[in-house]
């Protein structure tokens, strides 16, 4: 029985910061909940999700969504492990690049939209007015204002500020593979292309296919650089359905709906997981 009331703290602390909110967020769902019109909530059954999955801007920001999160994470993979890969063996002044290179992990995801929404402005951004020194451009571009092209300081800015999370984790596991095993293959003749897909991506899979899905999840849920550099716009050819879920809650007030829509891409995030885990073979990620 005693170890039982020492996990109660615990237990309580669970229920409170998850289960909790949970269940509340599925009673909202199905209500006519708007904090503007807090005396007049009521049961509505599906009408939430109804009018969610019939929105006629859910297809074009479902679609920004999925290449929001495969361009960042995929840009973000590449430039993390080239930069594991560089720093795994030590070279003059090795501590200071690497102190350096992430500095912008330690920076916030608002503090980082608003240095990448005023670099891209078309009026006074540094971005147009380094293309026009170097003959570029003849005009300025207006980044944030153009369907199409409003996204790309979006992309820009998820993958300078979030590429060092796979550099750190991907160093760490880089390091743990013994030397023995490097020095074996050298004197086998093994080139850097067989080391690589033999060895060291053999070696890291555990820690990679976590942190894939990891970093999948997180990029899928953030919302702040969308909102703080485009606001969704123009005409929603920015947003994702992340983003979109924080303007239909805290924009329109309608908590309801918010709900619904949250709910709907919980569902859809943990497909995605089951499938991915499925396929990786996520369970025996570890087997040689």
Do not use: H
């Not at 509340?24 to 909530?41: E, G, T």
């Not at 053999?202 to 999948?216: A, N, Q, W």
């Amino acid at each position: 029985m005693e170890p039982y009331l020492f996990c109660l703290p615990l237990i309580f602390c669970l229920f409170g910061l998850f289960a909790y909110p949970m269940i509340r967020a599925v009673v909202i769902s199905f209500q006519k909940y708007k904090l503007s019109q807090l005396n007049k909530v009521k049961f509505i059954g599906w009408d939430n999700y109804i009018k969610s999955l019939k929105d006629s801007n859910l297809g074009m920001i479902t679609w920004n969504t999925v290449r929001y999160v495969v361009i960042v994470v995929g840009m973000q993979f590449f430039l993390g492990f080239g930069l594991a890969l560089a720093l795994r063996r030590p070279f003059r002044f090795r501590n200071i690049y690497q102190s350096i290179a992430f500095i912008p992990y330690a920076l916030s995801g608002f503090v980082c939209g608003l240095m990448f929404r005023w670099s891209f402005n078309g009026e006074y951004g540094v971005i147009n007015d380094l293309l026009l020194r170097f003959g570029l451009i003849k005009e300025k571009i207006s980044f944030l204002g153009t369907p199409g092209m409003s996204i790309i300081p979006v992309y820009v800015a998820a993958i300078w500020l979030g590429y060092q999370f796979f550099a750190i984790m991907l160093l760490a596991a880089l390091q743990s593979i013994p030397q023995e095993v490097y020095e074996s293959a050298e004197l086998d003749g093994c080139g850097w292309w067989r080391r690589l897909f033999s060895i060291i991506l053999p070696y890291i899979r555990p820690t990679l296919l976590t942190i894939l899905m990891l970093r999948v999840v997180w990029t899928f849920n953030s919302y702040e650089l969308v909102y703080v550099i485009t606001e969704g716009g123009p005409a929603y050819s920015s947003e994702t359905l992340s983003s979109y879920l924080f303007t239909r809650a805290y924009g329109s007030l309608d908590f309801g709906a918010a709900s619904a829509l949250g709910l709907m891409f919980a569902v859809m995030l943990l497909i995605c997981a089951g499938i991915y885990m499925k396929l990786t073979k996520f369970s025996k990620a570890g087997d040689f």
